[in-house]
């Protein structure tokens, strides 16, 4: 059975230009298992196309998506990407779909532009062998995944630029760009930057103007030839951050809790433990354990 596009128009006006005719490929089940699905489906509805581009990336790369998942991932991808104009990565999208739902059609209630062009991307797709599709049917191994090995700062300095370092285990040589997306606090759209491959690690630089209290926060996203997400250290729902002090704030030593940690410490008696704060290598609050000898 041929499955369909969504329309890329939002489903209330789909369906008052098409009477309802509009088909929604994504089982609740699967959107649920990944709620980053659903969420990328929304802002794509509202028309709110790069935060929804940025959602979808994240739930591609996502554990635990199942066939389903990610042919509605893809499914939205390439409808997000063409209405960005990116029409590279929105064919890219495409063919993953029809390497697992060859006989996916685009309906006729979408524009003519649209219709034509996912016409004409599987029919490049046809014409190359139907790429993907063995793999599929076969169950022939997938690619090695790819891991991004990166240590996130534990703070930052106002106004100074923050440069990152990452490095990969890409077995399969997959990757083909590395990009850093990253805001300043935790409200506004990221914006991405290209790294720079320099002997085998991947450097990108934060400027200045977008480092402010309390925080930065940003996560990398490898990219296959077709411009597609394959893995990610962080993603847009759950940043790596690095903490922003206000001038004069300083470090852990000039906080009033932790020298009420100690002075409680003090007056228990001899040997005591207390719990301080610490940065994990995404940035994140953790215990540690604080030891204080009294004599």
């Known amino acids: 059975m041929s499955r369909v596009f969504a329309s890329p128009l939002p489903r209330l006006v789909a369906a008052l230009l098409v009477g309802a005719a509009l088909l929604t490929p994504a089982p609740g089940l699967a959107q649920r298992n990944n709620p980053l699905i659903e969420q990328g489906q929304?802002?794509?509805?509202?028309?709110?196309?790069?935060?929804?581009?940025?959602?979808?990336?994240?739930?591609?790369?996502?554990?635990?998506?199942t066939e389903e998942d990610r042919a509605t991932i893809y499914r939205y991808l390439a409808l997000t990407y063409l209405a960005l104009g990116r029409q590279e990565e929105s064919e890219g999208a495409y063919r993953s779909l029809l390497a697992l739902e060859p006989e996916t059609t685009p309906p006729a209630n979408i524009s003519p532009r649209f219709r034509e062009f996912f016409q004409e991307a599987t029919e490049r797709w046809e014409a190359d062998g139907r790429p993907g599709v063995a793999t599929q049917q076969t169950g022939e191994a997938r690619p090695a995944p790819v891991n991004i090995v990166h240590v996130s700062p534990p703070q930052a300095d106002p106004e100074e630029s923050v440069e990152l370092?990452?490095?990969?285990?890409?077995?399969?040589?997959?990757?083909?760009?590395?990009v850093l997306a990253y805001r300043q606090g935790t409200n506004d759209v990221f914006r991405r930057l290209d790294t720079e491959n320099v002997d085998g690690e991947y450097i990108a630089t934060i400027p200045g103007d977008d480092v402010a209290p309390p925080l930065v926060e940003y996560y990398f996203e490898a990219?296959?030839?077709?411009?597609?997400?394959?893995?990610?250290?962080?993603?847009?729902?759950?940043?790596?951050?690095?903490?922003?002090?206000?001038p004069g704030e300083g470090g852990v030593l000039t906080k009033w809790w932790f020298w009420t940690i100690v002075g409680a410490v003090v007056v228990a008696g001899a040997v005591t433990t207390g719990v301080v704060l610490s940065r994990d290598d995404g940035g994140m609050p953790s215990q540690g354990t604080l030891i204080v000898n009294v004599r």
């Open 42 to 65: 929304e802002l794509y509805d509202e028309l709110r196309y790069e935060e929804a581009l940025q959602v979808l990336s994240a739930a591609l790369v996502r554990a635990g998506n």
């Open 165 to 178: 370092r990452a490095s990969l285990e890409d077995p399969d040589d997959r990757v083909a760009n590395l």
């Open 223 to 246: 990219l296959d030839d077709a411009g597609l997400p394959v893995a990610s250290r962080g993603d847009v729902a759950a940043p790596l951050r690095i903490a922003v002090e206000a």
